[in-house]
């Protein structure tokens, strides 16, 4: 069973940038397509990003297109998520998730414990 741990959230100004980390441990991380959730005060968890586990696909929510990055390492088993050009409506929870198979915009059994982000105006 995989465990996910995030890292990189903050307080960052509108128009800036911030990369969020997810280091996987426990599992063969290669067998897990890797996503990226969120979930804003009072709103439900919604998909942001993912990526197959070669990284050869990836798939985006569409108000994060041309701004936001997944990749990941596989030597290192962290899947990152660049974000630029952020703005105050990103501002959530961001969440690391392990799925056995690239089933996005659904989620895997795996979750991470979250990290906050919080855009600025």
């Known amino acids: 069973q995989v465990q996910l741990v995030e890292s990189g959230g903050g307080l960052v100004q509108a128009g800036g940038s911030l990369r969020l980390s997810c280091a996987a441990s426990?599992?063969?991380?290669?067998?897990?397509?890797m996503n990226w959730f969120r979930q804003a005060p009072g709103k439900e968890r919604t998909f942001v990003a993912g990526?197959?586990?070669?990284?050869?696909?990836?798939s985006y929510e569409d108000s994060v297109k041309g701004r936001f990055t997944i990749s990941r390492d596989n030597i290192k088993k962290t899947v990152y998520l660049q974000m630029d050009s952020l703005n105050t409506e990103d501002t959530a929870v961001y969440y690391c998730?392990?799925?056995?198979?690239?089933?996005?915009?659904?989620?895997?059994?795996?979750w991470g414990q979250g990290t906050q982000v919080t855009v600025s105006s």
């Open positions: 998730n392990a799925d056995r198979k690239a089933s996005w915009p659904n989620p895997g059994d795996y």
């Open positions: 426990g599992g063969i991380f290669v067998s897990y397509a």
């Open positions: 990526i197959n586990w070669s990284g050869a696909h990836t």
